[in-house]
């Protein structure tokens, strides 16, 4: 069995060493005449404004996260919707519980001031 | 009966948390935050000595509520009480918010419950993962310092890759048999049609990756002592005891139980990592300064020995495990707990010369805590010594000698550096009035009295282990 995988170790063997071969190949070779505007990162023809590493403010994260948590929260309700009647009363308990659980968590976010912006 | 109330104490451990956050967010107290969290873990502990006879029904596919399950659920609740204790203690003297930590404390106990109780792969990895993430918060809580959060940052790196081997190993074993459920899979090797594939012993071996760093075994124990030092001491001590004790109920369940170790390349591997802890552990223990680093390395060859005690497995195996375990649990909590109440607002008591000369300012504080030294040596009187002969037992009765010799001997290096502390507090006192560290700090009531108990229960399981013994004998027979 293995021997019929043979020929794609040696083509992905190939395609490995032919990569790396030409990239070391065009550095060793080619002449370097570096300038500024060489240097500089490529960002389709636009002159590149300030840093990439711009600051912005940590108020963000929490944003983030409640998105996380409320994005999850509809990933797991849509398939008991779409299944609603075939799960039954059971199911509607745990969606509730599951619900429930995440209004708690909403509700310590809102006291604690994580939708404050300010 | 019900099913569903044999999940009382997990569902209680779950709501714990849950009641502790709504509270939190209508009225904050220190106070009120500790009495809640308490309840919650003496609530399901109350309602254990009532069900702890009847035989519960597994919950399949996800949980088993098994005499076994819901003995470890009472060991770990307990342990999060004295944890809990010990906390209070520590937080008023910290800056900020002190009610979340019992938060993520209670999280993390509803983690190790649903650990010990689960019956496959995907409750196993949610335990796990409920008790990781609330550990990443526990171990960095005093976000403001330097080593808190450089030990936290650490944690959950490794952790997270700890993780992925894991799942990694969980798919493995899930390709090769089928099957993620616990019993059907201890039912497929038992019949042992065939002989096992590669695929079923890397998924083993990456299991056994994933456990092992929990446990903080060699060779995954490299985060150990960073984290020991850098988290708060009472996370430390949960560290050490519940979230440890957890994953070992559970490797004690499946290894033994499961035929994992019926495969001699599993049981070999296991028995290499026992002997690197026990050595790694003990030789490097010698070499610190710090407390918190050494009990770290200390640890780690403590779970090398009970490792030896998995490997036999047998009977007397699975007993000398929980034993010595529920020893281990009262000798650490013991000491951090110690540690926690001498150190004060300016400085933490983690230096052994911080204990120079202990013994003439406080006896009664460092009689406590030579005993428990005493106990981690292993020497007579105490559990820690009872523990420790039932592990060599279990080792002898099963043949491994190799193991049970080098279990000796590293237990002897060991000895150095217990007496080593111990020597230093009977020292006279430094000359300099002005050391760091006074030792001054009068305990608590709650503390007094949860370290006096955990002294009384040292001696009392070392000279009359009998009533646990039998506890846990009824616990463990309903495993099989």
Redesign the interface.
């Known amino acids: 069995m293995s021997d019929a995988y043979l020929p794609i170790l040696l083509i992905f063997g190939v395609s490995a060493l032919n990569a790396v071969f030409m990239v070391a190949l065009s550095h060793i070779l080619n002449p370097r005449r570096p300038t500024p505007q060489k240097a500089m990162p490529y960002e389709s023809g636009m002159i590149p404004l300030g840093d990439t590493r711009a600051r912005f403010s940590v108020k963000f994260y929490l944003v983030a996260i409640s998105f996380i948590v409320f994005d999850l929260e509809a990933v797991f309700l849509i398939p008991w919707a779409v299944e609603m009647r075939a799960l039954g009363w059971s199911g509607f308990v745990a969606a509730s519980i599951f619900v429930a659980v995440l209004t708690a968590g909403l509700v310590y976010e809102w006291k604690k001031g994580g939708l404050d912006w300010d | 009966m019900n099913p569903f109330s044999a999940l009382t104490p997990i569902v209680l451990l779950g709501l714990t948390p849950?009641v502790l956050?709504?509270v939190?967010?209508?009225h904050r107290s220190h106070r009120l935050a500790v009495v809640i969290s308490l309840v919650g873990m003496a609530l399901p502990l109350a309602l254990l000595a009532g069900t702890a006879t009847s035989a519960a029904p597994p919950l399949a596919p996800l949980l088993i509520i098994d005499g076994y399950a819901l003995f470890y659920i009472g060991l770990l609740s307990t342990a999060t009480m004295v944890v809990v204790v010990l906390s209070y203690g520590f937080l008023e003297r910290v800056p900020g918010n002190r009610e979340e930590f019992y938060l993520l404390l209670t999280l993390a106990t509803f983690g190790c419950a649903v650990l010990t109780a689960s019956n496959h792969f995907i409750s196993f990895f949610l335990g796990l993962e409920i008790l990781s993430v609330s550990l990443y918060g526990l171990v960095a809580y005093l976000r403001t310092t330097r080593t808190a959060l450089e030990s936290g940052i650490k944690y959950l790196i490794l952790a997270a890759a700890s993780a992925a081997f894991l799942l990694f190993g969980m798919a493995l074993i899930y390709a090769d048999l089928g099957t993620m459920d616990f019993t059907a899979m201890t039912s497929v090797l038992a019949a042992k049609t065939r002989e096992p594939s590669v695929l079923l012993l890397g998924g083993f071996g990456m299991v056994i990756i994933g456990a092992g760093f929990k446990l903080a075994v060699v060779p995954f124990h490299m985060w150990a002592p960073d984290v020991y030092q850098g988290a708060p001491t009472p996370v430390t001590a949960y560290l050490t005891t519940v979230s440890k004790g957890a994953m070992v109920a559970l490797l004690l369940r499946y290894g033994q139980y499961g035929g994992l170790l019926d495969y001699d390349s599993v049981a070999s591997v296991l028995a290499v990592i026992a002997v690197l802890s026990m050595f790694l552990g003990n030789l490097l223990a010698l070499l610190q300064d710090n407390l918190k680093r050494l009990l770290a390395y200390s640890s780690i060859a403590h779970l090398g020995y009970l490792l030896v005690a998995v490997i036999a497995a047998s009977r007397e195996g699975s007993h000398a495990v929980t034993f010595y375990l529920v020893a281990y649990f009262i000798t650490s909590l013991g000491i951090f707990g110690i540690i926690t109440a001498l150190s004060d607002e300016r400085k933490e008591a983690d230096e052994i010369s911080d204990y120079r000369g202990l013994f003439w300012r406080r006896p009664w504080v460092s009689g406590a805590l030579s005993l428990m030294l005493f106990s981690l040596a292993g020497i007579p009187l105490t559990a820690g010594f009872v523990g420790k002969f039932y592990v060599l037992t279990a080792g002898v009765l099963s043949d491994l000698w190799a193991l049970v010799i080098l279990l000796v001997v590293s237990s002897v290096i060991g000895l150095y550096y217990y007496l080593r502390i111990i020597i230093t507090m009977y020292l006279s006192a430094p000359e300099d009035p002005s050391s760091p560290l006074s030792a001054t700090r009068r305990f608590s009531l709650p503390e007094g009295l949860v370290l006096a108990g955990l002294t009384v229960l040292l001696i009392w399981f070392g000279i009359y282990p009998a009533p646990l013994l039998s506890a846990i004998q009824a616990a463990v027979g309903s495993l099989a």
Do not use: A, R, T
Request: net charge neutral.
């Open positions: 849950l956050m709504l939190i967010s209508f």
